[in-house]
Structures are given as structure tokens and as C-alpha cells.
T-cell receptor
């Protein structure tokens, strides 16, 4: 039981490049979330999903897109990376029966 | 408006002493929950403790307890008998009942705790 995994762990992008961050969970959780963490800040919600095939915007969605084609996977895409997207990205999931969120290990992204 | 406020950017405590990390929250929702997460230098988010707004007793998990004062809208984390391994960032977070974010969490900015020998 791997829990929540994130791929990749680290990435450096040039401004304007695109990439996709993958979050996978093997706990059959309905809800999945993408957060970003910037220095001196708590986590802020980018997008979330309440089930397979559904996604919605969070607090800071601009510049990101998401997809949840399979229940276990939640993808975060950056179409044209900007230096302001340099951050640590966390994925989390939770079952419908509990409020506790299970976090992945994070992806450190640097955009130069 | 900030929903979660952690006013202590950094705290020091001596090993084996108890320490309280402050958290105040802002919500008009009668149904909500407060979480505390620990983030060590390795970066992962570790769940510590949860308190629901309707829970009658303060939550406890081992050396962690949550001092929940609903009227004051505070949910302070108490760590008893501090250990060197408790040195980390600690985040208070809240989920609300009426939400359009799938019960996502609102996080405070965190408190950095350093446990000294």
C-alpha cells in the first residue's frame, strides 16, 4: 500500500515550457486535491476533484489545468510555466467517509 | 480574510518540556474541523490531530492534545514532553462544512518549533 505518490520529485523548467505532475493514490479515495506551498506560507488550494471525471478550481487556479480520468490519478498541468509557479506542489486525497487528508511527498518545481 | 492565524513564526522549547502552539480561526459555519500537521525538514506533511466543532472533548493523540476553545475560536496544539524529533514546522488547518471546495483545507502560515537539548 503506497498511499499517495507524486511524480516527479524534483523538476526544473524554463519559462514557457509545459509539464504534467502526476498524483496517484491506491486507497480508493473519492476526493483529491492539489496544493502549492510557497516560502513562509501555508498550503493553498489550486484545484480539487470530488470524483472520477470531475474537477473544480480552488483558491489559486490560474496557469494550471487538471484532469481526473481515472479515480486513482489526479494530474496537474502547467501549459506555459512562469517563474511565479516556482513552488512545492502537494497532492492529497481523502475518502468520502473522513475529513482527514493524506498527503503525497511533494514535488519541488523551479521555473527559471 | 485570513481564516487561520498562527501568530508565532518561531518557538523554542527545551527537551522534555511542554509547548503550546497557537492557532485562531475565523468561520461563521457551525460545522467545521481543525487539523494540525507537522512538516519536518524532509518536507512531508504528517497528520497529528483533528478536532470537530461538535466534539465535546478535546482531542488527544499520544503526546499531542488540542486545546479547543470554541468561544475564543482557538485551537492550540499542546505537545507534552518535547523530543528533539519534534523540531519541525507545524501547520494549523481548517475545513468548513458549507464549502465549494470539496472540504479542502485552509492552512495557516505555520510555526517553526525548535527543540533544544
Amino acid at each position: 500500500n503506497a498511499g499517495v505518490t507524486q511524480t516527479p520529485k524534483f523538476r526544473v523548467l524554463k519559462t514557457g515550457q509545459s509539464m504534467t505532475l502526476l498524483c496517484a493514490q491506491d486507497m480508493n479515495h473519492e476526493y483529491m486535491y492539489w496544493y502549492r506551498q510557497d516560502p513562509g506560507m501555508g498550503l493553498r488550494l489550486i484545484h480539487y476533484s470530488v470524483g472520477e471525471g470531475t474537477t473544480a478550481k480552488g483558491e489559486v487556479p490560474d496557469g494550471y489545468n487538471v484532469s481526473r480520468l481515472k479515480k486513482q490519478n489526479f494530474l496537474l498541468g502547467l501549459e506555459s510555466a512562469a517563474p511565479s509557479q516556482t513552488s512545492v506542489y502537494f497532492c492529497a486525497s481523502r475518502p468520502g467517509s473522513s475529513y482527514e487528508q493524506y498527503f503525497g511527498p511533494g514535488t519541488r518545481l523551479t521555473v527559471t | 480574510a485570513q481564516k487561520i492565524t498562527q501568530t508565532q513564526p518561531g518557538m523554542f522549547v527545551q527537551e522534555k518540556e511542554a509547548v503550546t502552539l497557537d492557532c485562531t480561526y475565523d468561520t461563521s459555519d457551525p460545522s467545521y474541523g481543525l487539523f494540525w500537521y507537522k512538516q519536518p525538514s524532509s518536507g512531508e506533511m504528517i497528520f497529528l490531530i483533528y478536532q470537530g466543532s461538535y466534539d465535546q472533548q478535546n482531542a488527544t493523540e499520544g503526546r499531542y492534545s488540542l486545546n479547543f476553545q470554541k468561544a475564543r475560536k482557538s485551537a492550540n496544539l499542546v505537545i507534552s514532553a518535547s523530543q528533539l524529533g519534534d523540531s519541525a514546522m507545524y501547520f494549523c488547518a481548517m475545513r468548513e462544512g458549507i464549502t465549494n471546495s470539496g472540504y479542502a483545507l485552509n492552512f495557516g502560515k505555520g510555526t517553526s518549533l525548535l527543540v533544544t537539548p
